[in-house]
Each structure stands twice: as structure tokens, then as C-alpha cells.
């Protein structure tokens, strides 16, 4: 898995009824844009060191330069 910086990280849930969990990339700790990551939970606003399992998605969105 490779992410940047503002990606979407999904972890779906792991059983009937739980809903998917989402975050924001905030930072990228392993190199050339592996894990893990320094994610914003969508639900909660925490901010965590994040290592994605099997479970987990990125979703990839244009990143204006600056």
C-alpha cells in the first residue's frame, strides 16, 4: 500500500453491521509512501500511528502543489 499526505484510508468493518472505518493521511513515516501512517480517525478526530492490514483501502486524491 502507498499513500501521501490527504489520502483517505477505509478499513472495513469486520463484522455484519459494523460500519467501515475512515481516516486522513496526516503524515507517511515509511519510505516511498509505505506504512505506516500518521492518521485523523473520521469518527473520532484522533490522531494515531497507523500500520493498514488486509482489511484496509486508500483512496487517492489529487494533491495541489504548493
Known sequence: MQA????RI???GH???QPDRDCE???VRGPEGGP???VRWGD????TLFFPGSDA???????AAT
Open 36 to 38: 505506516p501512517y500518521v
Open 44 to 47: 473520532t478526530g484522533h490522531e
Open 25 to 27: 493521511v496526516v503524515a
Open 4 to 7: 501521501a499526505i490527504g489520502d
Open 10 to 12: 477505509v478499513v472495513k
Open 57 to 63: 483501502s486508500v483512496q487517492h486524491f489529487e494533491h
Open 15 to 17: 463484522h455484519i453491521g
